[in-house]
């Protein structure tokens, strides 16, 4: 007899093991042994896909000046290679800025209602192509320090909304 155990479900059954010389041990349920019934998962749409990674995020628009700026906040993911790439280097101030400047260029979705991407041109300097980051780093690159520093400042606000629109303790239960 053999019982399989699990942490949520407890004990699954009991049952006699066979072996099988070409394949793993497994376990075969006796007649009075109990079942567990499993539902069949469900395949979920694109559009249920969509919502679920965008559970959270708080988009909204900065005037700075007369020009619209708007952001979004960053997935978990994102966010998360941005300050793994900058935390082994941040013992100086030139890289925390380059933080703040990576973290505006993904961040920031449009300027006076067109992406950024779309604002970007190409110089004589500019060798190779770039890639849609690529771009939105550059021109980043290019703003006021100030207005870089309003940006992400903005950004940390939209962080702040999100966090108070999801609670931690709600999304446990």
């Known amino acids: 007899m053999v019982e399989l155990s699990h942490p949520m479900f407890g004990t699954v059954g009991h049952g006699q093991l066979n072996t099988d010389q070409n394949k793993s041990p497994k376990?075969?349920?006796n007649l009075n042994a109990p079942t567990?019934?499993?539902?069949?998962?469900?395949?979920?749409?694109?559009d249920d896909l969509r919502l679920l990674i965008e559970c959270g995020k708080v988009t909204d628009t900065i005037d700075i000046?007369?020009?619209?700026?708007?952001?979004?906040?960053?997935?978990d993911?994102?966010?998360?290679?941005?300050?793994?790439?900058?935390?082994?280097?941040m013992s100086d101030a030139g890289s925390f800025m380059e933080l703040r400047r990576t973290v505006v260029a993904m961040a920031l979705d449009a300027f006076n209602g067109r992406p950024l991407e779309d604002i970007f041109q190409y110089g004589a300097n500019d060798v190779e192509m770039l890639?849609?980051?690529?771009?939105?780093?550059?021109?980043?690159r290019?703003?006021?320090?100030?207005?870089?520093?309003?940006?992400y400042g903005f950004y940390e606000e939209l962080l702040k909304r999100s966090r108070q629109r999801v609670d931690p303790e709600q999304v446990k239960n």
């Open 131 to 140: 890639d849609i980051f690529g771009m939105r780093l550059a021109l980043v």
């Open 142 to 151: 290019q703003m006021q320090g100030q207005v870089i520093d309003r940006l």
């Open 27 to 29: 376990a075969v349920n």
């Open 65 to 75: 000046d007369g020009k619209k700026f708007k952001m979004s906040t960053l997935s």
């Open 36 to 46: 567990i019934e499993t539902e069949e998962p469900q395949s979920i749409s694109q």
């Open 77 to 89: 993911d994102v966010q998360g290679s941005i300050f793994k790439k900058f935390t082994a280097n």
